[in-house]
């Protein structure tokens, strides 16, 4: 199980979308205060239910697929999923709420965005590996 690229993979992806639900970590900052979620200039993922929810989410899902080793196709599908479901909501619903607060001109990344998107890039590495783990099994597979 350890002794496998992927699992560090997922290891460190169920990190990175962990760190983003620290309640002291932002995802996204501005020059001056907004309405809603900005009204601090600070818009923390904690803050919002999509954005909580979608990190939990995709850490725990990242956490379990490291523990589906042994059927890699679930594996595969699951550490995708965690994936998109990251890369839908961080991207889009983040930068929704920022454009929705009319102050997009002001819009600085944190570090929870930053975090995000590394984990974005680390999980389509486990899937990559899992993806060519799968086709090595399959290709001793015929030889046999």
Known sequence: MIQR????????TAV????EYWPELSFAST???GEGVFADSLLKTSEDSVLSGASLTSALMALIAVF??????????VAA???LIQAVAFIGWGFYLVYKSGLFQQFRAD??????MAGIFVNWLATRAIRKDAALVKSM???R
Not at 5 to 12: A, D, Y
Request: hydrophobic content about 50%.
């Open 81 to 83: 999923l965690s994936g």
């Open 16 to 19: 990175l979308f962990g760190l």
């Open 141 to 143: 597979d015929r030889l």
């Open 5 to 12: 690229i992927q699992t560090i993979w997922l290891l460190v």
């Open 68 to 77: 589906l080793y042994k059927n890699r196709e679930s594996q595969l599908i």
């Open 111 to 116: 570090f929870a965005l930053y975090s995000g």
């Open 31 to 33: 020059m001056s205060p």
